[in-house]
């Protein structure tokens, strides 16, 4: 009896282990299946990182063409680009030269002839004394480059020089045999003329370098103070015209001779607030530009020969070879009254021909 119930009991022990048992498989068989759902979605995950790393890779590999396409494109424009700059760099070189002859050629000489003046008798009453005007006429004539293997020749007599121009070619005999030379007419440049009216006011003075800081008025108001003062030389004052574009104002004083005693310093001084400004003054001239003319000719008496390119000899013997053919009237000439050759450029003047 007390083996059964012993082997009951060892039953009772063995079932309660089974039972362990089956609960530890069933967790782990459940363990197994979320292990296995884990395992499909990561290589659902990897698969799917995959297939995006072909896209990317595809993408990128577009995106290296697209580049390199771009890159020629790019590099192609370069080259045009490079040969464009080749172009104008030429064509700015070009306008440059342009540009320099042009100015050269328009270029006025604003320097005006010296004069001198004299002191004839004293005026006691500075109060009488008026605008000093000054004119000046201006004749500006540039001069002809005569360029390397020509000849001017100038002739007595217009008919004979108007022939030599018709007939166009000259065999002309020189020490080392004939040479065909050229003859052409005398085209010269713009001259201009001009005169120049300028007044030096009795009762103005010029202010400059004006501050920029202080309203119209107020500068106005300054400029009026400081040039009333008796200490100075000032008086009582007409007007004060403010000109923004350059920063400068006219003075105008109601009294003559005020100008001049205030023009004896040429530096003064104005105070606004805490700051004090250094400005200069100087004489008032008007300046009208009056009969402008500009105007170009053609010598009648000169010719221009051209093409004496083989030449060995001096200057001076290649005149005298150019003199004696066209002195002569076999040849269509008559009697030469100047002559000028270059083997390099030369500047060649004319003057008014007053026949």
Do not use: W
Not at 231 to 253: L, Q
Not at 310 to 335: L, R
């Amino acid at each position: 009896m007390d083996n059964i119930q012993l082997l009951r009991a060892e039953l009772e022990i063995l079932k309660e282990k089974c039972e362990e048992e089956e609960k530890r498989k069933s967790k782990t068989i459940l363990a197994k299946l979320e292990a296995d759902d884990l395992h499909k979605e990561a290589e659902q995950q990897v698969n799917q990182l995959l297939e995006k790393s072909s896209e990317i890779e595809e993408t990128l590999s577009e995106k290296k063409k697209l580049y390199h396409r771009e890159m020629q494109k790019l590099e192609r424009e370069k080259e045009e680009l490079m040969s464009n700059i080749d172009v104008l760099d030429g064509k700015i070189k070009n306008c440059t030269e342009t540009f320099q002859k042009t100015r050269n050629e328009l270029r006025v000489d604003n320097t005006l002839p010296h004069k001198n003046i004299n002191c004839t008798k004293e005026e006691s009453d500075p109060g009488n004394l008026s605008n000093i005007p000054y004119t000046c006429h201006i004749l500006i004539q540039y001069p002809y480059i005569l360029q390397d293997g020509q000849a001017l020749l100038t002739f007595e007599k217009e008919t004979v020089a108007q022939g030599i121009i018709d007939l166009g070619r000259h065999n002309v005999e020189f020490s080392n045999g004939y040479e065909e030379v050229k003859a052409y007419k005398v085209q010269l440049g713009r001259t201009l003329a001009f005169e120049v009216n300028m007044t030096i006011a009795n009762t103005k003075v010029n202010v400059r370098n004006l501050p920029t800081c202080l309203p119209e008025e107020t500068l106005k108001d300054k400029l009026e103070l400081t040039f009333y003062k008796s200490n100075i030389g000032g008086g009582e004052i007409e007007s004060v015209e403010y000109n923004k574009n350059n920063n400068s104002a006219c003075i105008t004083y109601k009294e003559n001779g005020v100008a001049q005693r205030v023009l004896e310093k040429t530096q003064h001084q104005i105070t606004a607030g805490d700051s004090t400004y250094e400005i200069g003054i100087s004489p008032s001239i008007e300046k009208h530009l009056n009969k402008l003319q500009i105007f170009s000719g053609i010598c009648r008496r000169t010719v221009l020969l051209a093409e004496i390119r083989n030449q060995i000899d001096c200057e001076d013997d290649i005149q005298d070879f150019v003199e004696i053919h066209f002195q002569k009237p076999s040849n269509g000439g008559d009697e030469v009254e100047c002559i000028a050759f270059s083997h390099k450029n030369k500047l060649a003047l004319f003057e008014e021909d007053q026949a």
